[in-house]
C-alpha cells in the first residue's frame, strides 16, 4: 500500500483516476492546479486505486495525501 | 489629465498605478475579488469596490462589472496594468465606447500585435529584422517541411497565438518537425482556439534584450534604451537589468531605431515594449510587442528617472510628450528580482498564509509589493508576491547591493525563490554578464543538482 502525495499546495483541478482503476508507475492520478500552473500528481507504482481522498475543487497543502495504490 | 482613474488590475501593479495618481493628485480606484480583500492596492486606492469571486473569470476579467464600477464610480479612464485585460483589444474597444478613456493604444494595434503572424508582416514593412521564416502561416505539415528545408534546420514550430512556451517547440529534423507540427497544433487550437501554424528560424543561444519605447498622439516617440530579460524559467523572466551587460553602443542606437521605425509604423500611442532576440553577434530580430506597461518597467525608470506610469497617463489624456530623445541618458545599472511564492528547486506554486515579512531598506533599494506581512497568498493567480529593485553606479555596485538585499530579505510562512535569487546573483555566469535565454537550465539547475 502507497500513499501519494501532493507535492504542491492547490486545489484539485481534476481527476484523472478513479477509485477501483488500474494504474501504472507514472500515470497521473489526479491533476492539481495552483497558481495559473497545472501539476499532474502521478502514482509511484503499479496497482489499484484503493482510495481517493480528493474531490475535485478540494484545496490540498503539500504532503497530503491524495490517494491510496495497492 | 483626468482626475478619477480605475485602476483594472491588482496585486504589485495595481498599487504601483496607485502611487503615481497620488503622486499626480489623480483620484484612484481599485476593483478587488473575494480572495484580495486584504490586499495592498485595496487599502490604498481611494476608493475600492468588490466585483467577484476569486477566479479571474469572475472577476478581473469581467468587463461588465469593470466598465460598470468605473461609470458608477465617475472614473474617466481605465487603466489595465499588465496581463489581465491588458493586451484585451475587445476590452480596450468597449472602454472607449463607453465614453471612458483606454491607457494602452487603439483596439486595432493591440489585435493586430497580439496576432504573431500579423506582427511579424508589419515590422517586416516597417523595416524591422525579423526571424528568417514563413511570413504567413503554413498551410499544413507538408509546406512546414518545405519551408524548414528551405531556411535550415534547427527551426522553431510555433502558434500564431501561442502564449507562455505553449504552442511552441524547437526540431531539428523533418521527423521531428512532422510530430511536433501536429501535437502543438493541436495544444494550439485546445489552449488559444486557433491553430495557425508558422515555421522560424531558431537563433542558438539567444538573449532577449527589450527596448522599451514612448510614444504620444502627436506623432512624437522616443525610446529608453533596453532591458536584458533573459534569465527565465517556465518562460517568464525572474532577473531584469538595464542598461543589458552585453551590447554594444552600435547595436543599442540600431535597436532603438529599429524600436521606433516600428511605433512609427503603427501609429502607436503609449508607452510599449519591442522585444527582440539577439544573437551571439548582436544580430536582433523582433520577437513580439508589448502594448501595456512591463513588470521589469521600474529597472527602465531607475536608469532614466522617468516615472512611466505618469507618461502613459499624459499620453492618454492628450497631452504631447516633453522628453526629448537627446535628454535621455543611461545613469548607472539598475537590476530588478521578481520574488516568486514557489520552491527555489523545483519551482512549483507555495501559496499559504505568510508570517513574516522583511524588507532591506537603504538607497537605491525599491520594492514593489503585491502583499504585507500576513497576507493570505492565495492559489488563484500568479505566484510572484513582489518585486526587489536596486539601483547603483556600475553593473557591479548594482550586484553587490542586491546581494546585500536578498540576504536581508526575509519570508515566512511559505516557500519563496529567494534562495534562487541569492544564488543566481553570485553565479561567476551572471557576474561575467554571460546571461542566455538558457541560463536556468545551463548554469543554475546543474549548480543546485550538485551534492
Not at chain 2, 477566479?55 to 462589472?65: A, F, H
Not at chain 2, 497580439?114 to 528568417?132: I, S, W
Not at chain 2, 534604451?225 to 543599442?252: D, G, M, Y
Request: charged content about 25%; aromatic content about 6%; hydrophobic content about 40%.
Amino acid at each position: 500500500m502507497t500513499e501519494i502525495k501532493a507535492s504542491m499546495a492547490g486545489s484539485v483541478w481534476k481527476i484523472v483516476a478513479q477509485a477501483g482503476e488500474q494504474v501504472g508507475t507514472g500515470d497521473d492520478i489526479v491533476i492539481l492546479e495552483s497558481m495559473k500552473m497545472e501539476i499532474p500528481i502521478a502514482s509511484e507504482e503499479e496497482g489499484t486505486v484503493k482510495e481517493l481522498k480528493v474531490a475535485e475543487g478540494d484545496f490540498v497543502n503539500e504532503g497530503d495525501v491524495i490517494a491510496i495504490i495497492e | 489629465m483626468f482626475s478619477k482613474l480605475l485602476i483594472a488590475n491588482r496585486g504589485e501593479i495595481a498599487a504601483r498605478i496607485i502611487r503615481t495618481c497620488k503622486r499626480l493628485s489623480i483620484q484612484s480606484v481599485a476593483v478587488y475579488s473575494e480572495a484580495d480583500q486584504d490586499a495592498p492596492h485595496v487599502k490604498e486606492a481611494d476608493e475600492s469596490y468588490l466585483i467577484g469571486k476569486p477566479r479571474v473569470n469572475e472577476s478581473y476579467l469581467n468587463i461588465d462589472k469593470i466598465i460598470k464600477v468605473a461609470k458608477d464610480s465617475g472614473a474617466e479612464a481605465i487603466h489595465p496594468g499588465y496581463g489581465l485585460l491588458s493586451e484585451n483589444a475587445a476590452f480596450a474597444k468597449r472602454v472607449e465606447e463607453e465614453g471612458l478613456t483606454f491607457i494602452g493604444p487603439s483596439a486595432e494595434v493591440i489585435a493586430k500585435m497580439g496576432d504573431k503572424v500579423e506582427a511579424r508582416n508589419v515590422m517586416k514593412q516597417a523595416g524591422v529584422p525579423v526571424v528568417p521564416g514563413t511570413m504567413d502561416a503554413v498551410s499544413d505539415v507538408n509546406e512546414a517541411r518545405e519551408v524548414a528545408e528551405d531556411i535550415g534546420y534547427p527551426v522553431m514550430v510555433k502558434a500564431a497565438a501561442g502564449g507562455g512556451g505553449i504552442g511552441m517547440q524547437a526540431v531539428s529534423s523533418s521527423e521531428e518537425l512532422e510530430k511536433a507540427f501536429e501535437g502543438n497544433q493541436k495544444r494550439a487550437k485546445t489552449f488559444f482556439g486557433d491553430g495557425k501554424m508558422f515555421i522560424e528560424k531558431q537563433i542558438l543561444n539567444p538573449r532577449h534584450i527589450e527596448i522599451q519605447v514612448l510614444a504620444d498622439l502627436h506623432g512624437h516617440a522616443l525610446h529608453l534604451f533596453e532591458r536584458e530579460c533573459s534569465i527565465q524559467r517556465r518562460h517568464q523572466k525572474v532577473i531584469e537589468e538595464a542598461p543589458s551587460p552585453f551590447l554594444s553602443e552600435e547595436t543599442r542606437e540600431k535597436m532603438g531605431e529599429s524600436a521606433l521605425q516600428a511605433v512609427r509604423t503603427l501609429g502607436y500611442a503609449n508607452a510599449g515594449t519591442i522585444e527582440f532576440l539577439v544573437d551571439e553577434d548582436e544580430n536582433f530580430y523582433f520577437l513580439e510587442m508589448n502594448t501595456r506597461l512591463q513588470v521589469e518597467h521600474p529597472v527602465t525608470e531607475e536608469i532614466t528617472g522617468v516615472d512611466l506610469v505618469e507618461q502613459q497617463l499624459r499620453i492618454a489624456s492628450g497631452e504631447a510628450l516633453t522628453l526629448k530623445q537627446n535628454d535621455l541618458v543611461i545613469d548607472g545599472h539598475a537590476i530588478e528580482v521578481r520574488v516568486y511564492a514557489e520552491d527555489s528547486n523545483t519551482f512549483y506554486p507555495s501559496p499559504g498564509q505568510l508570517t513574516k515579512l522583511s524588507l532591506p531598506n537603504d538607497k537605491g533599494v525599491r520594492h514593489e509589493l503585491a502583499v504585507h506581512s500576513t497576507s493570505m497568498v492565495s492559489p488563484f493567480y500568479d505566484p510572484m508576491i513582489a518585486k526587489l529593485i536596486v539601483h547603483a553606479g556600475t553593473r557591479e555596485e548594482a550586484i553587490q547591493k542586491l546581494t546585500t538585499a536578498l540576504h536581508q530579505y526575509e519570508i515566512e510562512g511559505i516557500k519563496s525563490n529567494l534562495t534562487m535569487l541569492k544564488r543566481i546573483v553570485t553565479n561567476e555566469h551572471f557576474l561575467q554578464g554571460n546571461t542566455t535565454t538558457s541560463f536556468i537550465q545551463d548554469y543554475y539547475l546543474p549548480a543546485i543538482t550538485k551534492p
